[in-house]
């Protein structure tokens, strides 16, 4: 099962480029560890692949969702993009969006959201935020 979205460490190696520069990576398909039962509901995993304190102006992570795991509601100060890269969820603003593999949401800043795997099937998505 693939991982997407947001919190903590993944499995960094270091490899050798052009033979001087030494680069950190990291897998987004790691499951990575479990989530914060304060932020989701169900069984969560989150492998942080990008984070601001790194360096970088911008938090990319995989999160993966059980069925019928999800997000509290909650909000991003500088919003969030969600890339779905495997299984079917949804996505709540206003209505109930069902969401599936290849899809991408857009979701401005500080809007009020939650989003998660469908009863049936897990959900992973890749979270710019």
């Given at each position: 099962?693939?991982?997407?979205?947001?919190?903590?460490?993944?499995?960094?190696?270091?490899?050798?480029?052009?033979?001087?520069?030494?680069?950190?990576?990291?897998?987004?398909?790691?499951?990575?560890?479990?989530?914060?039962?304060?932020?989701?509901?169900?069984?969560?995993?989150?492998?942080?692949?990008?984070?601001?304190?790194?360096?970088?102006?911008?938090n990319i992570g995989t999160v993966?969702?059980?069925?019928?795991?999800?997000?509290?509601?909650?909000?991003?100060?500088?919003?969030?993009?969600?890339?779905?890269?495997?299984?079917?969820?949804?996505?709540?603003?206003?209505?109930?969006?069902?969401?599936?593999?290849?899809?991408?949401?857009?979701?401005?800043?500080?809007?009020?959201?939650?989003?998660?795997?469908?009863?049936?099937?897990?959900?992973?998505?890749?979270?710019?935020?």
């Amino acid at each position: 099962m693939l991982l997407v979205a947001s919190l903590l460490l993944g499995v960094t190696s270091t490899k050798a480029q052009g033979g001087k520069n030494n680069i950190a990576m990291n897998s987004f398909i790691e499951k990575g560890t479990a989530a914060p039962s304060h932020n989701f509901t169900g069984a969560v995993w989150v492998n942080m692949n990008v984070k601001s304190e790194e360096g970088y102006n911008v938090n990319i992570g995989t999160v993966t969702f059980e069925p019928k795991a999800r997000t509290n509601w909650h909000t991003h100060k500088s919003g969030q993009i969600l890339f779905v890269i495997e299984g079917i969820g949804y996505y709540q603003e206003k209505p109930v969006q069902l969401i599936q593999k290849g899809d991408v949401v857009k979701i401005p800043k500080n809007v009020v959201h939650w989003h998660g795997a469908s009863h049936d099937a897990p959900y992973s998505s890749c979270s710019r935020f």
